[in-house]
């Protein structure tokens, strides 16, 4: 059984465009970047590589994400009588389908490659980032896409809710709300900043409207954070955006239509999270 977590891969243009670079298309960026197969040296001895690509449609495509490492076995050589030391090459490797239209990523578990997929993702990220051309000066981001149908539920079954908070990044994402989320990003590009956070405090907010909030902070990999009373009479508590992360499964991997019937899924249940955005 493959679990595949749901990341997304923000793509942020230059500081300062060149007068004559073409025209910024982060999803153009992704794609062209995936189809290099780039490699890169992200830690002593451990090369990082993208491999075995395979076009789904349009905008899906299926790559193997790994590692290549130099180790030794200790072996007994029955003709000399002696203990030997071959060296030999490792290349743990595990899955990941992308949508560059949505700028999402579904990266199956493997533990021979760190303990955790979110480890994995930093390295996906830090590979992508190596391989971008000095004079293009692109910039990439990847972080988990929470499932928000938990914190959502909270937030409407809630007696009240007093206080709201939502973070945001520079501009990039297609499918923020567009009446909160979207100034903020643009207040944050124009102060040349580079992340922020914004809060919202009353006696009882409106629950429809957080939990809009909420599916944009997900579906965009930020994060957001509410206080609540169940209750008239309960204390208010802290509830964050920080469940498990969104994740489909499949049964294996052995041909196209196993990947595209991942893909399918990591569509659907990106198009739940993001609700009515």
Known sequence: MLQFQLFRVKIYPPAQNSLFAREFSPQLVLAETIRQKPASVLRKGHTWHIGNIVSLDLFGVYFALGRTTKSTIELYDAA????LEREFETAPYTHVICDTSLEVCGIAAKAQLAPSVEGIARQLEKLLN????ESEGYRFEISAIH????FIQQIKEAYSVKRFAITFTLPNPFDVNEDFQRPMERLL??????GGKTSLAGNDLNADVLADLARSA?????QAEATIKRTESAKPVRRRLRGGVATVTEEELATDEDRRSVLRDIRDLYDRIRGSL
């Open 218 to 222: 997900a579906a965009t990999g930020n």
């Open 130 to 133: 190596a391989s971008v051309n």
């Open 80 to 83: 000399s009588k002696n203990f």
């Open 189 to 194: 590009r124009d102060a040349r900043g580079e």
């Open 147 to 150: 499932d928000p149908e938990e």
